[in-house]
């Protein structure tokens, strides 16, 4: 049942502004309501910025959590690699790079900014 992940379990997304995923997604699905993906969008990235976590503990992916259920990348999609999936880049870590360049697998993580970082 234990899968080793990340020691850190920083996902390596590709980041994307939130107004821009909207975008995109408005533009793929064009018979969904713009307006109610985005309340959606904004909810999970806020859970996610709160420490919202998946049922298996990692950190919920706020992408698909919008259009899915909130759970991790790996639970939602069944894959490991999200390097080419997006993540919302307020939805990335504070220390994550918010380039195109993927962060380090080994990264520290601070948790000083955050109030929580988790729920318990
Ligand atoms: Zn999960």
Redesign the pocket.
């Known amino acids: 049942m234990a899968i080793k992940k990340n020691r850190d379990r920083t996902f390596r997304f590709s980041p994307i502004s939130f107004e821009d995923y909207v975008a995109l997604h408005a533009e793929a699905n064009r018979d969904e309501n713009e307006r109610a993906f985005r309340q959606r969008l904004k909810e999970a990235v806020e859970a996610k910025r709160a420490g919202q976590l ?5 950190p919920i992916w706020a992408i698909g959590s919008a259009a899915a259920h909130y ?2 990348f ?2 939602i999609t069944g894959e490991v690699d999200p390097s080419n999936d997006y993540e919302i880049d307020a939805a990335l870590r504070s220390n994550e790079p918010r380039s195109i360049s993927p962060p380090p697998v080994d990264a520290p993580v601070h948790t000083t900014q955050h109030r929580r970082r988790r729920v318990e």
């Not at 998946?54 to 990692?58: D, I, L, M, P, S």
């Open positions: 998946c049922e298996c503990g990692e759970a991790c790996t639970c």
